[in-house]
């Protein structure tokens, strides 16, 4: 497995705007600066945030996205497969595939399902706030 950019450059953009969006919204090409990522790249990953609801956006003077939800309510494991799709190693543990009919007698099964189980419980662990730096976190939550 490998997580692509599409999946990387998801993550740093949340973790960058979980910490600095306490002065407001965080404009994309601030962001883009920060993370060196191509502000082209990263409008068209920032559409999927906003429509799959991660981020809300403002358009105009003083506009750019913030986060909807406290940073510790978004799992790493969650962002991942929404930006990657299904995790699962191998396809017949993708979510929505029907059971196997070599299932009873795969010698392999439980290999996968191992490792389908630490790639899930490792990624699950961790939350945007365990990514940004805890001064910020404490400096967003100040009234």
């Given amino acids: 497995m490998m997580i692509s950019t599409k999946g990387r450059y998801a993550l740093r953009f949340l973790a960058d705007v979980a910490e600095h969006q306490g002065n ?26 906003v429509k799959d609801g991660l981020v809300d956006t403002l358009r105009g003077k003083g506009g750019g996205y913030r986060l ?6 978004y799992s790493i494991r969650d962002v991942i497969e929404l930006m990657e799709g299904p995790l699962a190693p191998v396809a017949c543990l993708a979510p ?48």
């Fill in 96 to 143: 929505g595939q029907g059971t196997c009919p070599r299932s009873n007698r795969c010698r392999t099964l439980p290999l996968w399902q191992g490792l389908d189980n630490v790639i899930s419980d490792y990624l699950a662990q961790f939350t945007l706030a365990d990514l940004i730096p805890e001064e910020s976190f404490r400096e967003e939550r100040l009234p």
């Fill in 68 to 73: 909807n939800r406290p940073p510790e309510a």
């Fill in 24 to 49: 407001g919204f965080v404009p994309l090409k601030d962001a883009a600066m920060r993370q060196e990522i191509s502000e082209k790249y990263l409008e068209i990953l920032v559409k999927g945030l």
